[in-house]
């Protein structure tokens, strides 16, 4: 099962180490100790409470739709050419990137600044997992 040292904990939420401690004191992010007698955080529970405690911004579009992962930001740029045309929106800490035709940019007035929700299909989308997990182990 994988666990997390107080620093990694710090950095996958984008916090200080003292704010996790704080967590940690107030109950709020359970901790037991390691082998090392190191204070370490189980990957269950952290991303059981990555899921309770995302903050995430109000979609702004009044439409309904199948797609569940909707990124709401800001476009920040737009590369374009006479078809073709790359957007970037920068939706919190996430930098999501799309192609699509000038005239769908044009349609939609996009441009630097101009808030957009980009929506993501799962079908499309690819998961990975880095070979060498922190604190990994593996059940044998």
């Not at 993501?120 to 989308?125: A, E, G, L």
Request: charged letters at 25%; one cysteine or more.
């Amino acid at each position: 099962m994988p666990q997390f040292r107080i620093s990694e904990v710090a950095r996958l939420l984008g916090v200080s180490d003292d704010t996790v401690r704080r967590m940690v004191e107030q109950g709020t992010l359970p901790v037991r100790r390691d082998e090392s007698n190191r204070r370490v955080v189980d990957g269950v529970a952290l991303a059981e409470f990555t899921r309770d405690h995302a903050r995430s911004v109000p979609d702004p579009s009044d439409v309904l739709r199948s797609a569940r992962n909707r990124f709401v930001g800001l476009v920040t740029s737009v590369v374009q050419d006479t078809v073709m045309a790359q957007v970037e929106i920068q939706c919190g800490p996430h930098r999501v990137v799309s192609l699509m035709s000038t005239e769908a940019v044009e349609e939609l007035n996009l441009r630097p600044g101009v808030l957009a929700v980009a929506v993501v299909k799962s079908t499309n989308v690819v998961v990975e997992t880095p070979t060498r997990l922190p604190h990994h182990r593996s059940e044998d």
